[in-house]
């Protein structure tokens, strides 16, 4: 059974710092790149990052960039999204996937990300 399950959401305030975890199992880690989406109440869903899990190339949406770093230990099938200097427009429900060419992605069930001003 595919999972992909996030943690470390919560209540910050502006400028603060917080990491999220998405550890998956149930896949071949290494085939797949593994994302970072993020909704905000009555907002589309959007990409924040993205890390292949073969080569570790890593994209950032323009939004975050500079504050927000993704790594991964392929070890423990885990991606980590390492978020500094909050702003309270980063609040939103953060959901990781795993993608690739072979089928639809897999999505974990989110965490709350809360920045107060």
């Known amino acids: 059974e595919v999972q992909l399950v996030e943690s470390g959401g919560g209540l910050v305030q502006a400028g603060g710092s917080l990491r999220l975890s998405c550890t998956t199992s149930?896949?071949?880690?290494?085939?797949?790149?593994i994302g970072w989406f993020r909704q905000a109440p009555g907002k589309e869903r959007e990409i924040v990052s993205c890390?292949?899990?073969?080569?570790?190339?890593?994209y950032y949406a323009n939004s975050v960039k500079g504050r927000f770093t993704t790594s991964s230990d392929n070890a423990k099938n885990t991606v980590y999204l390492q978020m500094s200097s909050l702003k309270p427009e980063d609040t939103a429900v953060y959901y990781c996937?795993?993608?690739?060419?072979?089928?639809?992605?897999?999505w974990g069930q989110g965490t709350q990300v809360t920045v107060s001003s």
């Open positions: 149930g896949f071949t880690f290494e085939d797949y790149a």
């Open positions: 996937n795993a993608a690739n060419y072979l089928g639809p992605p897999y």
């Open positions: 890390i292949s899990s073969w080569d570790g190339n890593i």
